[in-house]
């Protein structure tokens, strides 16, 4: 397939839009299903890096010989790695051959997944987690890709394929992590990780094609102007706000949970990560807080979804009154409800957002996506050391407040 070209001129950043120049370029060809599988999955089991160690937590921390809050730094810096890779790498993607960066991080990831399954101590296993999430950002370069492949007319349909199969990846890598930890150890799980992704390198390798870069800037040029977008726009800070708070609340309950259900229940990685089938609900709310953005308006979406999560979480106080039974039903149906709120949220900030300035919809991407992982990594640092210091209740209470502050957020008046 012929290298995709933009029509795209880059203008000095602060200044307004211009007419781009017109560059003749040939029109993009529908996407064949073998190139739209490898692209789905390439979303999915990149990102899904990102989410293997949270179920783990409690036989790692355990053989490891590390506390909660300790063990609670893997995810944390994973999530922290992953923030600085979208702010930093991810605009790259408009600079150089698209394909090229998403090998090159493939690789990468390789090998810190292998890092993260052999690491001898904590302090080399910790190193190991910032590294996986800067390489997990192919996930980041991925999307756009199948964007800049698709014509128009099935761009929508396309681009919502390879985000389920990243939801999936999200959805079923806890699943799979709680599993194979519980039966091998969670370094193999690492091992299997790195495995998958090696396969993922040959098939992106030989079945994805070349992509001519949109723009000569170079990278402090590129920073600058995202500099001036974020500064310019007041929508764009308060989506990523908004998006952050509610991630911190989200990643202080999955970050703790397996550490809480081990303490609590004596129940293993494996139900741990049984608990993430809660997230088909977000892989639902995808198309349907779209749909509901197109005829409602965003606005509302944001502030229904935050207060769906805000009630989720509040409702999990109540368990001291519950059974074991009624308490371990009574997170399940948080955890759907309140997945389901987030991932609305979520798109409903991606419209805004990408109504913001179509011509530098990676860059407000990158933006949008930053204060979201910032919030996961604090999250996830302050839920483990909640949970050290105030017990189960406390991860909940912090998680409820952050949704409270979200739906803040969304509701305080602003100019339009």
Same mark, same amino acid.
């Given at each position: 397939?012929?290298?995709?070209?933009? $029509?795209?001129?880059?203008?000095?950043?602060?200044?307004?839009?211009?007419?781009?120049?017109?560059?003749?370029?040939?029109?993009?060809?529908?996407?064949?299903?073998?190139?739209?599988?490898?692209?789905?999955?390439?979303?999915?089991?990149?990102?899904?890096?990102?989410?293997?160690?949270?179920?783990? #937590?409690?036989?790692?921390?355990?053989?490891?010989?590390?506390?909660?809050?300790?063990?609670?730094? !893997?995810?944390?810096?994973?999530?922290?790695?992953?923030?600085?890779?979208?702010?930093?790498?991810?605009?790259?993607?408009?600079?150089?051959?698209?394909?090229?960066?998403?090998?090159?991080?493939? !690789?990468?990831?390789?090998? &810190?997944?292998?890092?993260?399954?052999?690491?001898?101590?904590?302090?080399?296993?910790? =190193?190991?987690?910032?590294?996986?999430?800067?390489?997990?950002?192919?996930?980041?370069?991925?999307?756009?890709?199948?964007?800049?492949?698709?014509?128009?007319?099935?761009?929508?349909?396309?681009?919502?394929?390879?985000?389920?199969?990243?939801?999936?990846?999200?959805?079923?890598?806890?699943?799979?992590? +709680? %599993?194979?930890?519980?039966?091998?150890?969670?370094?193999?799980?690492?091992?299997? =990780?790195?495995?998958?992704? /090696? !396969?993922? &390198?040959?098939?992106?390798?030989?079945?994805?094609?070349?992509?001519?870069?949109? $723009?000569?800037?170079?990278? #402090?040029?590129?920073?600058?102007?995202?500099?001036?977008?974020?500064?310019?726009?007041?929508?764009?800070?308060?989506?990523?706000?908004?998006?952050?708070?509610?991630?911190?609340?989200?990643?202080?309950?999955?970050?703790?949970?397996?550490?809480?259900?081990?303490?609590?229940?004596?129940? +293993?990685? @494996?139900?741990?990560?049984?608990?993430?089938?809660?997230?088909?609900?977000?892989?639902?709310?995808?198309?349907?807080?779209?749909?509901?953005?197109?005829?409602?308006?965003?606005?509302?979406?944001?502030?229904?979804? =935050?207060?769906?999560?805000?009630?989720?979480?509040?409702?999990?106080?109540?368990?001291?009154?519950?059974?074991?039974?009624?308490?371990?039903? #009574?997170?399940?149906?948080?955890?759907?409800?309140?997945?389901?709120?987030?991932?609305?949220?979520? !798109?409903?900030?991606?419209?805004?957002?990408?109504?913001?300035?179509?011509? =530098?919809?990676?860059?407000?991407? /990158?933006?949008?996506?930053?204060?979201?992982?910032?919030?996961? @990594?604090?999250?996830? /640092? %302050?839920?483990?050391?909640?949970?050290?210091?105030? +017990?189960?209740?406390? &991860?909940?209470?912090?998680?409820? &407040?952050?949704?409270?502050?979200?739906?803040?957020?969304?509701?305080?008046?602003?100019?339009?």
């Amino acid at each position: 397939m012929s290298s995709i070209q933009s $029509t795209y001129e880059e203008r000095p950043a602060g200044a307004t839009a211009a007419p781009a120049a017109a560059v003749p370029i040939p029109a993009p060809q529908a996407i064949g299903a073998p190139l739209l599988l490898l692209l789905a999955a390439a979303a999915g089991v990149s990102v899904a890096s990102l989410y293997y160690s949270q179920p783990m #937590l409690g036989l790692l921390g355990a053989d490891m010989q590390a506390s909660a809050s300790t063990a609670g730094w !893997v995810p944390t810096l994973t999530q922290l790695g992953y923030a600085l890779g979208i702010l930093l790498l991810a605009p790259l993607g408009d600079r150089y051959d698209r394909r090229r960066i998403i090998l090159v991080k493939a !690789v990468a990831l390789v090998g &810190v997944l292998l890092a993260s399954g052999l690491a001898p101590g904590m302090g080399s296993l910790l =190193a190991a987690s910032l590294g996986v999430g800067l390489a997990a950002t192919m996930a980041q370069d991925v999307v756009p890709a199948a964007a800049t492949l698709a014509p128009a007319a099935q761009r929508g349909r396309m681009v919502g394929t390879v985000m389920t199969g990243l939801l999936l990846g999200i959805l079923l890598s806890r699943v799979v992590s +709680g %599993l194979v930890a519980q039966l091998w150890g969670w370094r193999n799980m690492y091992l299997l =990780a790195a495995s998958a992704i /090696a !396969v993922l &390198v040959v098939a992106v390798w030989r079945g994805l094609p070349h992509f001519a870069p949109t $723009t000569q800037l170079g990278w #402090l040029a590129l920073m600058r102007s995202m500099w001036e977008l974020w500064r310019q726009h007041a929508a764009l800070r308060r989506a990523a706000l908004a998006q952050g708070l509610l991630a911190v609340g989200f990643s202080a309950f999955w970050s703790t949970l397996a550490v809480m259900l081990h303490s609590q229940f004596q129940l +293993g990685a @494996a139900a741990a990560g049984a608990l993430g089938l809660a997230g088909a609900a977000g892989a639902l709310a995808a198309p349907l807080a779209g749909r509901m953005a197109d005829r409602r308006g965003p606005e509302l979406v944001t502030r229904a979804g =935050a207060a769906l999560a805000a009630a989720a979480f509040a409702s999990m106080a109540t368990a001291p009154w519950l059974g074991a039974q009624g308490q371990l039903l #009574l997170i399940v149906a948080a955890a759907v409800v309140f997945d389901f709120g987030v991932q609305a949220v979520l !798109v409903a900030h991606q419209t805004i957002v990408y109504g913001i300035a179509p011509e =530098a919809r990676s860059r407000l991407n /990158a933006l949008l996506f930053t204060g979201m992982f910032v919030g996961m @990594a604090s999250g996830a /640092a %302050l839920g483990s050391w909640v949970l050290d210091h105030a +017990g189960w209740l406390g &991860v909940v209470a912090l998680a409820t &407040v952050s949704a409270l502050a979200a739906l803040a957020v969304r509701c305080w008046p602003h100019a339009r």
